[in-house]
């Protein structure tokens, strides 16, 4: 009975490496619309939300098997890290980059953007799971594409680049940003409900992309302001 008991939870934990490493499905399906000929950057976005997904749930059930003790031959972070860095960096700078919604002669400043985050993950204390931080913008670059496509056709390509520009310094620096799968108890089921109607409203606005109502964008943008400040507030006071 032991012997299956530990047979069951190898392949459970093994089951979820397998997990993390289907969010290279949803990558390749987003690479393949970027790279069609009449892109439509609603289908790329809902890749990446299905990535994301996968991702929010990986880490938990990471936990919840023990994937270090029964499926240590595989190093689930590196997965984890390579996947993130595709879907949360890479591919959704390359459609900014591809959708051309910076100014002219500016796209490829995506690399810096590519480059800084290729850094922030790679940093040695990108993730004090201890006290549930991110070490700078942690590169939500999907969310921020999203952003982009909306800031340019509103607004100006020039609102898109300072902002990506801005962001890309903070990737780098010593700043820090709440983990939400590792907040604080007494904030962890805001972050957590917020963050999934966030993604309701980002839904919504890709119904009407890439031109929505100025309230619903504004909603839109009520849980990042409240995000960044949860993550003062918290490393501040503890």
């Not at 459609?95 to 002219?104: G, V």
């Not at 972050?191 to 409203?201: C, Q």
């Amino acid at each position: 009975m032991q012997h299956e008991n530990g047979l069951t939870r190898r392949a459970a934990a093994y089951g979820v490496h397998f997990f993390t490493a289907s969010g290279i499905i949803p990558a390749a399906l987003a690479v393949r619309e970027i790279g069609s000929p009449h892109c439509d950057p609603r289908i790329v976005f809902l890749w990446l939300l299905l990535a994301t997904l996968i991702d929010a749930f990986d880490g938990p059930l990471a936990r919840k098997y023990n994937v270090k003790r029964f499926a240590p031959n595989i190093d689930g972070r590196t997965i984890d890290d390579l996947i993130d860095y595709l879907t949360f960096a890479f591919i959704p700078l390359l459609l900014i980059w591809r959708m051309e919604w910076l100014p002219l002669g500016t796209g490829w400043t995506v690399m810096l953007a590519m480059a800084a985050s290729l850094l922030g993950f790679a940093h040695v204390h990108a993730k004090d799971e201890q006290r549930g931080f991110f070490r700078g913008f942690p590169s939500y670059w999907n969310a921020f594409a999203l952003y982009a496509g909306v800031f340019s056709s509103l607004y100006s390509p020039w609102l898109t680049a300072i902002t990506m520009w801005g962001l890309t310094v903070l990737t780098v620096m010593p700043v820090w940003v709440i983990y939400p799968n590792l907040a604080p108890q007494r904030w962890r089921i805001w972050i957590l409900g917020g963050a999934a109607l966030w993604t309701l409203t980002l839904i919504a606005i890709l119904w009407q992309y890439p031109r929505p109502s100025s309230e619903l964008l504004i909603l839109s943008l009520t849980y990042p302001a409240f995000y960044t400040y949860v993550s003062w507030h918290c490393r501040r006071y503890g």
